[in-house]
């Protein structure tokens, strides 16, 4: 019997994994605002290609189902926001200088694209009645965590002590407080930026232990 091959083999094979790549990404990219819009349950691979410079046969050459689309949206654009920190983490030498920098990239990507980060949000909710998505909402969950970690770690060390709290606490503290103010900020509710501001200026110093003082001799 002769074997069917998808698209994506048959796309692959033709044009080599790098442009089959480049392509999605550049669909993905032309998709985030149309998902970031009207969420996951509204939107379909039709109202995508709609809003879109892509015809709907192509987008449905690249991505077998909206479920598949949706994912490396949002794959791609976790990715990029997780690298938003790393300049934070490195170029910080003191650790009022990483709070200040924190807060500030968490403001600057929550003011300026609320939407990518509600699509997440609703992802995340559907991976608990959707199995297919569950894997994939759990490898950007990590990514996070560890992008959380790096900014709590190297506070740790700014600050002269030590992180009294794991990587996965850390993270869902950090993560409830965005989702708060993300839904603040969606309603048009005063002082969401204010406190969030608030609470990274209090919450990362309270994950670390204090200075160690040396012992006199």
């Not at 998808?6 to 044009?15: D, E, F, G, K």
């Not at 605002?33 to 879109?52: D, K, P, Q, V």
């Not at 939407?115 to 609703?122: Q, T």
Request: proline fraction near 3%; include cysteine; charge should be negative.
């Amino acid at each position: 019997m002769a074997q069917t091959r998808t698209p994506a083999n048959s796309a692959r094979s033709r044009r080599g994994a790098g442009s089959y790549d480049e392509r999605r990404i550049k669909l993905a990219e032309s998709a985030l605002r149309t998902l970031g819009e009207l969420g996951y349950a509204r939107t379909s691979l039709r109202e995508i290609a709609a809003n879109s410079e892509f015809s709907h046969g192509v987008v449905h050459y690249y991505f077998r189902d909206k479920t598949e689309l949706i994912v490396f949206c949002v794959k791609h654009y976790k990715t990029q926001c997780m690298h938003r920190y790393d300049s934070v983490v490195e170029d910080s030498s003191t650790a009022e200088g990483l709070l200040t920098g924190f807060a500030e990239k968490l403001v600057q990507t929550l003011t300026e694209e609320p939407s990518m980060h509600r699509l997440w949000y609703d992802l995340r909710s559907q991976s608990m009645f959707q199995e297919e998505l569950r894997e994939d909402v759990y490898d950007i969950d990590r990514g996070l965590e560890d992008m959380i970690w790096r900014v709590v770690t190297r506070y740790a060390d700014l600050s002269g002590g030590r992180p009294l709290v794991e990587s996965r606490a850390a993270y869902t503290m950090f993560d409830g407080i965005f989702e708060s103010a993300l839904r603040d900020f969606i309603a048009d509710r005063a002082g969401a930026i204010e406190w969030i501001k608030e609470q990274v200026a209090t919450l990362l110093p309270a994950f670390c232990s204090p200075p160690s003082v040396p012992e006199s001799k």
